[in-house]
């Protein structure tokens, strides 16, 4: 009897073990995620300019927005390490990284009204206004 239960305790050691190493595999290959190919944005696009002034109100908006329809993908702080990144085959890209702030607001309101899967087109779901503060918003990660 005494056997048994050392065995069992054993196993359950071992499974311990895996599960854990099995977390932290997860957690760097979500760090490690390819990069999407290039996706470059129509110079119509990069030229347009924001009609949306990014003032409280708008980046307050903006920010109830990314919440709701981005962060679980994007992360809080728009690293791209959101809880749903994990599962995609590639990268979500960094808004907090330089080479991401010399993107033209026209190019980020471009890249989210477009979508690219597994992204979703947000044409629908978000109004021209929503797009432009959701704008406003990711610029201030990048500070
Ligand atoms: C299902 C996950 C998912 C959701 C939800 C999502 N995105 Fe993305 N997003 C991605 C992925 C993946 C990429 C990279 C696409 C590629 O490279 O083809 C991306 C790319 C982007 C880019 C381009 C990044 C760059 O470096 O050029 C922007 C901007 C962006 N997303 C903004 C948003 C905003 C704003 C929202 C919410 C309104 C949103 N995304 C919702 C997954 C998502």
């Not at 995620?33 to 002034?53: D, E, F, L, R």
């Not at 899967?117 to 797009?131: G, I, W």
């Amino acid at each position: 009897m005494k056997a048994i239960t050392l065995i069992v305790k054993q196993v359950m050691k071992a499974s311990l073990v895996v599960c854990f190493m099995l977390f932290v595999s997860q957690v760097s290959f979500a760090q490690a995620k390819p990069k999407g190919s290039p996706w470059p944005a129509p110079a119509s696009a990069i030229n347009m300019k924001n009609p949306v002034k990014s003032d409280p109100v708008s980046i307050k908006d903006g920010k109830q927005l990314y919440i709701k329809n981005c962060k679980s993908c994007h992360g809080e702080s728009g690293k791209g390490d959101g809880t749903k990144a994990g599962n995609l085959d590639i990268a979500c890209g960094d808004f907090t990284l330089p080479a991401f702030a010399k993107s033209t607001d026209g190019e980020l309101y471009w890249k989210i009204t477009e979508g690219r899967k597994p992204m979703p087109t947000f044409n629908k779901k978000l109004t021209d206004a929503e797009r432009w503060s959701v704008v406003n918003y990711i610029r201030t990660l990048n500070k």
